[in-house]
């Protein structure tokens, strides 16, 4: 593809419109799970054997804790499926718009400034700059 500014903003516009498409998302990822009862007589105590399931589930993060959602059906698997594989087509087209962007930014030429900074107008920037940092 062409590094020009007009086909970046064509690829830009068409990245755009992909992302109208989008439909239910969620992140996370789905996955099966066995479980142990914990009675010694019954067939999962033996070593050999996987256990009771598998059990579907759901897991994601919120708020910097796992979240774990059990799926209690095929349909509740197949929908969350669908909107985990909604979430990472989502990821993928932000990192093809933030790279198009960068792409446009780069190109894209500044505005010819008449004339320099004055020593005030540098001198008022970087005290804007300290007291943000500050915060």
Same mark, same amino acid.
């Given at each position: 593809?062409?590094?020009? @500014?007009?086909?970046? =903003?064509?690829?830009?516009?068409?990245?755009?419109? &992909?992302?109208?498409?989008?439909?239910?998302? &969620?992140?996370?990822? /789905? !996955?099966? /799970?066995?479980?142990? %009862?914990?009675?010694?007589?019954?067939? %999962?105590?033996?070593?050999?054997?996987? !256990?009771?399931?598998?059990?579907?589930?759901?897991?994601?993060?919120?708020? !910097?804790?796992?979240?774990?959602?059990?799926?209690?059906?095929?349909?509740?698997?197949?929908?969350? =499926?669908?909107? /985990?594989?909604?979430? $990472?087509?989502? =990821?993928?087209?932000?990192?093809?718009?933030?790279? /198009?962007? $960068?792409? @446009? %930014?780069?190109?894209?030429?500044?505005?010819?400034?008449?004339?320099?900074?004055?020593?005030?107008?540098?001198?008022?920037?970087?005290?804007? @700059?300290? &007291?943000?940092? $500050?915060?």
């Amino acid at each position: 593809m062409p590094d020009d @500014i007009p086909s970046l =903003e064509a690829s830009r516009a068409s990245l755009l419109r &992909r992302f109208a498409q989008l439909q239910d998302m &969620r992140p996370g990822s /789905v !996955g099966a /799970v066995f479980r142990r %009862c914990g009675k010694p007589n019954c067939h %999962c105590a033996r070593p050999q054997d996987p !256990g009771h399931g598998p059990h579907f589930q759901l897991t994601y993060k919120k708020e !910097g804790k796992t979240v774990t959602e059990s799926l209690p059906n095929r349909d509740a698997w197949h929908k969350a =499926e669908q909107e /985990v594989a909604e979430f $990472r087509n989502f =990821e993928q087209l932000s990192q093809a718009l933030m790279e /198009v962007n $960068r792409k @446009i %930014c780069r190109l894209r030429p500044t505005q010819a400034a008449v004339e320099p900074w004055s020593a005030e107008e540098k001198k008022r920037l970087l005290q804007s @700059i300290r &007291r943000l940092r $500050r915060k």
